[in-house]
């Protein structure tokens, strides 16, 4: 038990303050909702007994499903007539991360002062990236807040759809290539050694295969640690590379020239604009705001670049359609003849939706169909790679036994 200094608010809205010795946060306030009283925020005064440990920073994220419920059951909150102060109460304590529920505290803190809801989630981006943020901001402005969490709950949906259908069709071959990487390993270590020790010994001619087989086993057995670390070291120099503006632009580069690949990256940005820019229109904002907005969030450095050049034509009164028949590399002709039909009969907000669509649809097929791809062309690398070891081990054998 500790004692708890809080501040909590009547059902007038009038604030109170006071303390208590209760188990912890949740427990304070159901003493104080009997007491008809609405638990604003909560300091302990004994530190000693319930210090709070602060979450690494790596830890300290949202995930997308974080965000997508908060945005559902914030809509229908307000849509039942719930109050933010109310709502955001119930969120953060429905959240099981940590993390988002001391965002959603401080949040509902600042909202409790008065502040509005955008700026308060303003102050997390870590938690509410600059779409979410402007996107709220336009709706309060607007009046029209419930429809504009509605379209950030699709929106984030969508999103998050696209993103795990890539994950999950790079999971499958990615799992078998390590697992034949590590496998493989061990029988160079611990297996391995024993039979071509007996190669060794025996005078016979060795076969290619077999001395390329014995020169990997022994620099594994002698400079396998020294190995381990230079892969950590260059994996890790690679990632920081990429993390670099030029770094990530030149893997970007390398990406849109990949077969297959490339297809995938076009698609996935192609509707992810689309999707964006169309939600973004709907809630209110401006084009060229919504534009800017977008260049920001893309994953492709290329496809920022466009879009980051197009809000500054389009506010010059060029037309969205016009400035990307200058990429046809970056923007397919079927998505630029779209636009153009919506800005030419006022639909460009539905166009964009549709678009979208039908690329969300179009990588979920191409996932699929890479899948069952690649799970043939694995089958035959591991046949390949058994054959080698068998290569290897078994055609001394027939000099050994011709020996004898």
Request: proline share 3%; charged share 20%.
């Amino acid at each position: 038990m500790s004692l708890l200094s809080y501040k909590a608010r009547t059902i007038k809205g009038e604030t109170k303050s006071g303390k208590l010795v209760a188990k912890d946060k949740n427990e304070l306030a159901k003493m104080l909702r009997a007491q008809n009283l609405i638990l604003v925020s909560v300091d302990e005064e004994n530190k000693g007994a319930g210090m709070q440990i602060k979450m690494p920073h790596f830890f300290r994220r949202v995930k997308a499903m974080d965000r997508m419920l908060f945005t559902r059951h914030l809509g229908i909150m307000l849509k039942a007539g719930l109050s933010f102060s109310r709502a955001l109460t119930v969120l953060s304590e429905q959240t099981g991360n940590a993390y988002f529920k001391e965002v959603l505290e401080k949040v509902q803190d600042d909202v409790q002062k008065g502040s509005q809801l955008g700026e308060s989630l303003e102050k997390h981006p870590k938690a509410f990236d600059e779409l979410f943020v402007n996107m709220i901001k336009v709706g309060e402005t607007g009046g029209n807040l419930e429809e504009v969490l509605d379209l950030l709950y699709v929106q984030i949906k969508k999103s998050n759809e696209l993103t795990s259908r890539v994950k999950g069709a790079m999971m499958y071959p990615a799992v078998i290539i390590f697992a034949m990487s590590v496998v493989g390993a061990l029988m160079m270590t611990f297996v391995l050694p024993s039979i071509l020790s007996i190669f060794r010994d025996m005078d016979v001619p060795l076969p290619l295969p077999t001395k390329i087989l014995i020169f990997i086993s022994d620099t594994i057995q002698k400079h396998g640690v020294l190995l381990l670390i230079g892969i950590i070291a260059f994996f890790s120099i690679l990632i920081s590379i990429i993390r670099t503006p030029r770094g990530k632009k030149g893997f970007d580069y390398i990406l849109l020239r990949l077969p297959t690949i490339k297809t995938i990256i076009m698609k996935i940005n192609m509707a992810r604009f689309c999707r964006t820019l169309s939600s973004m229109i709907a809630s209110g904002v401006s084009i060229v705001k919504a534009l800017e907005i977008v260049s920001r969030i893309l994953g492709n450095t290329y496809y920022r670049e466009a879009v980051g050049k197009a809000s500054a034509s389009v506010q010059k009164g060029t037309t969205l359609s016009e400035f990307f028949t200058q990429y046809p590399k970056l923007f397919h002709p079927m998505m630029v003849h779209m636009v153009e039909v919506g800005e030419e009969t006022g639909t460009l907000e539905e166009t964009l939706k549709q678009v979208a669509e039908f690329y969300e649809e179009d990588v979920e097929q191409v996932t699929e169909n890479m899948s069952a791809i690649i799970e043939p062309i694995l089958m035959l690398v591991i046949g390949a790679a058994v054959g080698v070891f068998a290569v290897a081990i078994i055609q001394p054998m027939y000099g050994i036994m011709g020996k004898m």
